[in-house]
């Protein structure tokens, strides 16, 4: 694979990188909040039903007795509403917007968001799985799973992945810019 | 001397019991003034407190407290099977269990079982006219002897190592239990008490403080007995209503959002190990 180098100075790539990651993060709270002002949640919406779904379909495959009703799920006594926050949406979004940010080929960032994306929904899932089992038997433990544990875990794991692919970029010397 | 007779009859009939003491030798003048759920070391440790707001009223003897589950359906009345022997305005009455008796160290006038619901319930004295407290989802004010009015903090019910205890500064008499200090509506007319001070009939008392303070609804700060209070978005995303989550049903939950600690943690991390690889990659 041949290297691409441009004649663009580190500080200046610097700068166009944090300028292309804080618009995308920008760009991508506005989307989300107009779905959410503007739209009636039809994108957020949709994610969360889907995502309460599989949620409580991945529960009942392991043989607990989850119901899920739109964006609800129940499991034994308690109820769980997943919002559109709960779907992993934020840590998605940064790291898409890191990923298409860094100044690399558009082959390298698909790459990356195509191995990168389905993992973080995949971790998401657990999670979402493990907090609604402990919210509906061991409630008392639910902040502390939910507040400290599942979220340093998820931000650890979106930061290793999208750090792994980046240094592989940079260090291949296949930067663009 | 006729006339003398008539008139002196017509005085005592009239007048006689106007100079006469307020009911005395009742029972009804009478408010629940405490009530107290037990501890977390001692959830069995319950008690009632009645009060008296006239002299007299120590003739409870058939009398009875009756506690009510959050639909109202009654969960059990303990009746008293003797007058108590201090009939002096103001002195009270302690309906408790054998555990609180053993917590507080002093002695209970009439004995109740562990039967308090948490989450929501009320209790009634059979006064005239009766008085009730009720607290929590409690739903059955109908179902009463009189009404509780808004239950006492609707969406947290009773607190272990709380007691709810009744507003007496309001009337004629702060420091004095009077009629007027019970409006027939719980969530006015009682508050947290952050020390539980049971007192029987003989006048001896007792306490106990809980390590954790009584919940303030709307201070930014989740406390014991509370799912959520005000900005504190991460239990309820936007919607924390009265320090519980909206969602429909009994013991909702949210699963929460990502905090914003860990949004700006990313961000800057990313920035930073970023702009180490693009510098080192092309000083390389």
């Given at each position: ?20 990651f804080f618009g ?83 082959r390298d960032r ?68 | ?251 909702a939950l949210k ?30």
């Amino acid at each position: 694979m041949q290297p691409v180098r441009g004649a663009a100075s580190p500080n200046m790539l610097v700068l166009r990188f944090a300028l292309a990651f804080f618009g995308l993060v920008l760009l991508f709270s506005a989307l989300v909040r107009v779905d959410i002002g503007l739209l009636d949640g039809v994108a957020t919406g949709w994610l969360t039903n889907h995502a309460a779904a599989a949620v409580a379909a991945a529960l009942r495959s392991l043989g607990l007795p989850a119901v899920d009703l739109g964006n609800q799920i129940t499991l034994d006594a308690s109820r769980f509403e997943i919002v559109a926050n709960c779907t992993g949406i934020e840590i998605v979004g940064l790291f898409v917007a890191a990923t298409l940010a860094f100044p690399s080929r558009w082959r390298d960032r698909f790459k990356g968001l195509a191995i990168g994306v389905p993992a973080l929904i995949g971790l998401n899932l657990i999670r979402m799985m493990s907090l609604i089992y402990i919210g509906a038997h061991f409630a008392r433990a639910l902040d502390y799973g939910h507040l400290y544990v599942w979220p340093m875990l998820l931000l650890a794991a979106a930061l290793g992945m999208w750090l792994a692919w980046a240094r592989s970029v940079a260090g291949g010397e296949r930067l663009v810019g | 001397m006729a006339r003398r007779l008539f008139w002196s009859a017509i005085f005592a009939t009239l007048c006689v019991p106007a100079l006469a003491p307020p009911a005395f030798g009742s029972f009804h003048l009478m408010k629940i003034v405490e009530v107290f759920p037990g501890t977390s070391g001692s959830p069995n440790a319950q008690y009632v407190m009645l009060q008296m707001y006239s002299a007299g009223q120590n003739l409870v003897s058939g009398h009875f407290l009756r506690v009510y589950n959050a639909t109202g359906g009654t969960v059990a009345t303990f009746t008293f099977g003797a007058n108590v022997g201090n009939g002096a305005t103001q002195s009270t009455i302690l309906i408790a269990t054998a555990e609180a008796a053993t917590l507080f160290g002093i002695s209970k006038d009439l004995t109740m079982t562990a039967v308090l619901p948490l989450a929501g319930g009320a209790v009634c004295f059979d006064a005239i006219p009766a008085d009730c407290v009720s607290w929590g989802n409690f739903t059955g004010d109908g179902s009463l002897l009189n009404t509780a009015g808004t239950p006492y903090e609707s969406d947290y019910g009773l607190i272990l190592g709380h007691a709810i205890r009744r507003d007496i500064s309001g009337g004629t008499f702060p420091t004095l239990l009077e009629a007027s200090d019970d409006t027939n509506n719980s969530a006015a007319d009682f508050d947290c008490a952050n020390t539980a001070m049971p007192k029987n009939n003989a006048g001896s008392s007792g306490s106990y403080t809980d390590g954790t303070p009584c919940p303030v609804c709307g201070n930014n700060v989740k406390e014991v007995g509370e799912v959520c209070d005000g900005t504190d978005a991460f239990a309820c995303p936007g919607l924390c209503v009265s320090c519980n989550c909206t969602v429909a049903g009994v013991g909702a939950l949210k699963v929460p959002a990502t905090p914003i600690w860990g949004l700006v943690g990313f961000v800057g991390l990313v920035l930073l190990c970023g702009s180490v690889l693009v510098r080192r990659a092309r000083s390389s």
